[in-house]
């Protein structure tokens, strides 16, 4: 009598070592690749800070110029006075009014644009910007501060602290 042996059926599929090194290439690829996105989204802020202090800075020369050498909110104190002198409309000796009732301005449509790093849009008035520790926790009211601006001289700067991409601190920019 012949003996047969009948093999069983292999089972498709993959093995335990087989999955384990799928998954240990998996982390390194993510290990990898993760750092690389964060950098671009710092490296994105940072873009949308300098255009927004350019932007800023214009505009603040534009009303010195049409306001026969003043810096908006000039010898004041009080935020409001900054945001109203480039969100309204303003008569040549900075008196505001609502849009479209005086003859210069709006010189922002809006709102003024909120610190990509910190959110806020409230401005903190200062005597000296470059000596001003950015302090991402001060409020304004109840606005966080995304600006340092100094209505002397014109200067503004975001509230922000760490290093841009160039080694320079970002509240040089």
């Known amino acids: 009598m012949i003996k047969t042996t009948r093999k069983q059926p292999r089972r498709a599929g993959f093995t335990l070592v087989e999955v384990l090194i799928v998954v240990v290439i998996l982390g390194i690829l993510a290990a990898t690749v993760l750092p690389?996105?964060?950098s671009s989204n710092d490296d994105a802020r940072e873009s949308v800070l300098v255009q927004d202090l350019q932007t800023l800075?214009?505009?603040i020369?534009?009303?010195k110029f049409q306001h026969d050498g003043k810096f908006p909110a000039d010898s004041s104190t009080d935020p409001d006075d900054f945001?109203?002198?480039l969100l309204l409309s303003s008569d040549k000796d900075g008196t505001t009014g609502a849009v479209g009732t005086k003859p210069l301005g709006p010189y922002l449509i809006g709102s003024l644009p909120p610190n990509p790093f910190t959110g806020g849009r409230g401005v903190m008035i200062v005597t000296d910007v470059a000596g001003t520790t950015p302090d991402e926790t001060a409020k304004?009211?109840?606005e966080t501060v995304g600006w340092i601006y100094n209505p002397a001289t014109g200067q503004i700067k975001g509230n922000n602290s760490g290093t841009a991409a160039n080694g320079?601190?970002?509240d040089a920019l």
């Open 168 to 170: 320079t601190s970002l």
């Open 83 to 85: 945001r109203d002198s």
């Open 36 to 38: 690389q996105f964060t």
């Open 57 to 59: 800075r214009s505009q």
């Open 61 to 63: 020369q534009l009303y």
């Open 140 to 142: 304004d009211g109840t």
